[in-house]
């Protein structure tokens, strides 16, 4: 099938871009210039967007509360299973796209949970008094996993044409504020937005050829 394939190819593409791009945040222009003289990677071009468009905390409160948007989205979906397997009284017996996104929910959900464990660097300044984990930004992470997910099962599930469309462009211009939001509200460094959109256009391609591939789509 072309189209699975070539959809996992950009996904796996987006993936190794993503590690390269990691190691390379540790090995460029590493100064000492993050919280309490934590090195930070490619730290004059950090440094000086930071500087540029300063800390808004109001944009950081607005988009931190927005990211409870795609958790619902999880959550329609989850209940959407859920109904399905209690129907039809058997989980094998859900439809198989569903199962594979609540399995691609769980790996977004690990990935976020490695890379908090394991910080690369940290934000520009503490949360609350708090030093935490910046690289990819979770944020970003989260919203650009799982909104294209709410497009993708709206073209499956949704008949309406302008609802479909609706759902489009809700989660396109959703996904931008968001982005854009987190990066200008100076709580992250420009690397880690870059790390986030390429794990998850990464991650939600493999899902995606996933999907093509076990529903047979995209014959050749």
Not at 139 to 154: A, D, I, K, N, R
């Amino acid at each position: 099938m072309k189209k699975g394939k070539s959809i996992l190819f950009w996904g796996m593409a987006s993936l190794i871009i993503f590690v390269i791009w990691t190691v390379l945040i540790q090995m460029i222009d590493v100064q000492p210039l993050g919280q309490k003289g934590t090195n930070i990677g490619f730290a004059a071009f950090n440094t000086r967007f930071h500087q540029m468009t300063g800390t808004n905390m109001t944009l950081y409160t607005v988009t931190d509360w927005l990211g409870l948007v795609p958790m619902g989205v999880c959550m329609i979906f989850a209940i959407v299973g859920l109904s399905q397997w209690i129907r039809r009284r058997s989980i094998v017996k859900v439809d198989k796209d569903i199962l594979i996104l609540g399995m691609y929910y769980v790996v977004v959900i690990l990935g976020y949970l490695v890379f908090e464990m394991i910080p690369i660097n940290y934000r520009p300044i503490p949360i609350d008094g708090i030093m935490e984990a910046s690289y990819p930004s979770s944020t970003t992470l989260l919203v650009l996993s799982v909104m294209p997910t709410l497009m993708e099962q709206g073209h499956r599930r949704i008949k309406a044409t302008a609802l479909r469309y609706g759902v489009d462009v809700f989660a396109i211009l959703f996904s931008i504020f968001m982005v854009i939001g987190r990066l200008i509200s100076g709580v992250h460094w420009f690397t880690d937005i870059a790390g986030a959109i390429l794990l998850s256009a990464g991650l939600f391609g493999i899902y995606k050829a996933a999907v093509v591939f076990i529903t047979k789509e995209g014959k050749a």
